[in-house]
């Protein structure tokens, strides 16, 4: 979205493409978007489907540049650039091949690790969002990576809502997690446990991800109903609501995979967009911004 507002201030006409999911919410935006309806949503056969149906979209679309958002939507990009001999960009918001779901799956990781190897060297314009990953990519494959952080927009809200406008516990201390990729080893398993020893203390956790359905398990096996809040995915205006509320934010990542030990999550940046503390697992980018910033 952020890439989007950027390039069309810049008088340049945007088609965005992605896939419309069941709780996919209506998109309100002031460029062309097209979501794609696919009859797989996980695993091998979605990723198949996926760019299958991209290459043929973008093969007919209208296009000057081709903009890959990320590794899993590479090699449909590429391919419609070199049949087309249009520029391509791509645009790195992980250390793909690092992420956990992936590494004690030896076929998927070396699915994608052989696309990557394939394509990353013929790229002439890469850019990602932090300098370790920037770095490892260099280090991996000679080329020159541009840096740009991923960081939120800072938007000023008309009015924030009360605590019981939206339905959270008015006497007790509030602390958040959030974002769209709530998943294993993100720390958040290990936060609903400590909800056993705090008091007054209400833990809200904003998103989706692969965890969700065990924390939800586990809230009920503890107990820990009134103690424990979970929210869907929800407009960021919304969401920034309850992180306003807030004493203290989350964002817990492990170093046990590269990807985690290289990331810069946007959630640290929308704490600091609401002023609130944060609390930090010390991976290498978040703990350069925590220390310079004194946050």
Same mark, same amino acid.
């Given at each position: 979205?952020?890439?989007?507002?950027?390039?069309?201030?810049l008088?340049?006409?945007?088609?965005?493409?992605?896939?419309l999911?069941?709780d996919?919410?209506?998109?309100?935006?002031?460029?062309?978007?097209?979501?794609?309806?696919?009859?797989?949503?996980?695993?091998?056969?979605f990723?198949?489907?996926?760019?299958?149906?991209?290459?043929?979209?973008?093969?007919?679309?209208?296009?000057?540049?081709?903009?890959?958002?990320?590794?899993?939507?590479?090699?449909?990009?590429?391919?419609?650039?070199k049949?087309?001999?249009?520029p391509l960009?791509?645009?790195?918001?992980?250390?793909?091949?690092?992420?956990?779901?992936?590494?004690?799956?030896?076929?998927?990781?070396?699915?994608?690790?052989?696309?990557?190897?394939?394509?990353?060297?013929?790229?002439?314009?890469?850019?990602?969002?932090?300098?370790?990953i920037a770095?490892?990519?260099?280090?991996?494959?000679?080329?020159?990576?541009?840096?740009?952080?991923?960081?939120?927009?800072?938007?000023?809200?008309?009015?924030?809502?009360?605590?019981?406008e939206?339905h959270?516990?008015?006497?007790?201390?509030?602390?958040?997690?959030?974002?769209?990729?709530?998943?294993?080893?993100?720390?958040?398993?290990?936060?609903?446990?400590?909800?056993?020893? @705090?008091? &007054?203390?209400? /833990?809200?956790? !904003?998103?989706? #991800?692969?965890v *969700?359905?065990?924390? $939800?398990?586990?809230?009920?096996?503890?107990?820990?109903?009134?103690?424990?809040?979970?929210?869907?995915?929800?407009?960021?205006?919304?969401?920034?609501?309850?992180?306003?509320?807030?004493?203290?934010?989350?964002?817990?990542?492990?170093?046990?995979?590269t990807?985690?030990?290289?990331? @810069?999550? &946007?959630?640290? /940046?929308?704490? !600091?967009?609401? #002023?609130i503390? *944060?609390?930090?697992? $010390?991976?290498?980018?978040?703990?350069?911004?925590?220390?310079?910033?004194?946050?």
């Open positions: 979205k952020k890439v989007c507002e950027s390039l069309t201030k008088n340049v006409d945007i088609l965005l493409i992605g896939r999911l069941p996919s919410v209506e998109l309100d935006r002031t460029y062309d978007c097209k979501r794609m309806k696919l009859f797989f949503n996980r695993g091998a056969l990723y198949a489907e996926y760019n299958i149906r991209l290459f043929i979209i973008l093969l007919f679309s209208k296009a000057d540049v081709f903009h890959a958002n990320d590794l899993d939507t590479l090699l449909a990009n590429y391919l419609a650039s049949l087309r001999r249009k960009v791509f645009d790195a918001h992980e250390y793909f091949t690092g992420v956990p779901e992936i590494q004690n799956r030896i076929l998927v990781k070396k699915t994608w690790s052989q696309i990557e190897n394939w394509i990353f060297p013929k790229l002439d314009y890469v850019f990602t969002v932090n300098d370790a770095l490892r990519y260099h280090k991996q494959f000679g080329k020159e990576i541009k840096v740009m952080r991923n960081i939120p927009r800072k938007r000023k809200v008309k009015r924030f809502k009360s605590k019981h939206l959270i516990p008015e006497d007790k201390n509030i602390i958040v997690t959030q974002g769209a990729g709530i998943n294993i080893d993100r720390g958040i398993e290990e936060a609903v446990e400590a909800m056993q020893y @705090l008091n &007054n203390i209400c /833990f809200i956790i !904003i998103g989706n #991800g692969d *969700i359905p065990h924390l $939800k398990k586990r809230v009920l096996q503890l107990k820990l109903e009134n103690s424990v809040i979970f929210k869907n995915k929800m407009p960021y205006e919304e969401m920034m609501q309850y992180t306003h509320h807030a004493e203290l934010g989350l964002t817990l990542d492990k170093d046990t995979n990807n985690y030990k290289l990331s @810069l999550p &946007n959630k640290l /940046f929308d704490y !600091i967009h609401a #002023g503390p *944060i609390l930090a697992s $010390k991976i290498m980018e978040v703990e350069k911004i925590v220390h310079h910033y004194n946050i």
